[in-house]
């Protein structure tokens, strides 16, 4: 098992940043992949950034540009950090591990909202 707890979440006006922060606890050794993924109500939820051991990164391509995801093994933790930040950023965030073997953990999610 796998425990995620995402922090950093807000409101911010558009244009502002925000870093949003996961801790991970459990079996680690299992995960080869951390992302981000956000949902808003009544769309699925989508992928926002990831990125795997050997540090390579992906992004939606609303994102690119503006958001940065980075990630501390030693401390088991991952950050989103979010530049520029446009109302359509808003959605409830959601940490995200996989592992090898293709299972999925998910955080309890942190709003970030963002409104003039």
């Known amino acids: 098992q796998v425990q995620l707890v995402e922090t950093g979440g807000g409101l911010v006006q558009p244009g502002g940043s925000l870093r949003l922060s996961c801790a991970a606890s459990?079996?680690?050794?299992?995960?080869?992949?951390m992302g981000w993924y956000r949902q808003v109500p009544g769309i699925g939820r989508e992928l926002v950034a990831r990125?795997?051991?050997?540090?390579?990164?992906d992004y939606a391509d609303s994102v690119k540009g503006r958001f940065t995801i980075s990630r501390d093994s030693a401390k088991n933790m991952w950050w989103l950090q979010m530049t520029n930040l446009k109302p359509e950023d808003t959605a409830v965030y959601y940490c995200n591990a996989v592992t090898y073997g293709a299972t999925q953990y998910w955080g309890q999610g942190t709003q970030v909202t963002v409104v003039s």
């Open positions: 990125i795997n051991l050997s540090d390579d990164a």
């Open positions: 459990g079996r680690l050794f299992q995960v080869y992949s």
